[in-house]
């Protein structure tokens, strides 16, 4: 999952929001200089990661993708299900989408300073460009995906997974719909984090 869902995913504390985004920028870093409670944020990030990588629903939306493109599905995916949990945001949560992102950047920032440099960069970049913001929309989804074309070191067709998502909008909505609550529930019932008292 992309950043949006590890958050929603995640206990409101800067820590646990800490943890579960590191998962993301883990390679090189010693966690153990770390809290148990980023740890076991980081450990929760990586619980969501498996079981959205072997759920059903999501392994049918990334064979809708062109063979080409197929090994890039999964980040496809995970930027576009971020937009689709805020188009069905009120399906998981009262909580007001405005206010979950006021409330998850509030507690980003407190971390800034210990994150890595990676994470700062690009939490940092999060924020201040409200990265939210654009993957609300439709064509913000697009950008996201091309930006990270860019970042790929080899030749590549990503930013045209655009293109696959396109033309299986309805399926895909469908399989996220039957695929997050799933994740909702089993985050809740088997979440590294349920025995963190801190």
Known sequence: ???????????PT???HFGN?????????DISRFGNAVQLGLKNHYEVDRFTDSH???LAAKALFHE???RFAPVALDIYFDH???KHWTLFTTQSFDDFREQSFSLLER?????PRTMQHSVGHMITHDWFEDYAK???????????????RFPNTFHLAVDDINANQDEIEKRFLGFFPDLIKHIKNNSPENICRC
């Not at 999952?1 to 206990?11: D, G, I, K, S, V």
């Not at 971390?111 to 994150?115: G, K, Q, V």
């Not at 439709?138 to 790929?152: F, M």
Request: charged share 25%; no cysteine.
């Open 111 to 115: 971390r800034l300073p210990t994150m």
């Open 1 to 11: 999952m992309n950043y949006l869902a590890h958050l929603f995913l995640a206990r």
């Open 84 to 86: 689709l949990l805020i």
């Open 14 to 16: 800067a820590d646990s």
């Open 138 to 152: 439709e064509e913000g989804i697009a950008k996201a995906i091309s930006v990270v074309a860019k970042r790929i």
């Open 56 to 58: 059903t629903s999501v």
């Open 21 to 29: 985004l590191l998962g993301d920028f883990r390679r090189g870093v």
């Open 68 to 70: 080409s493109r197929r």
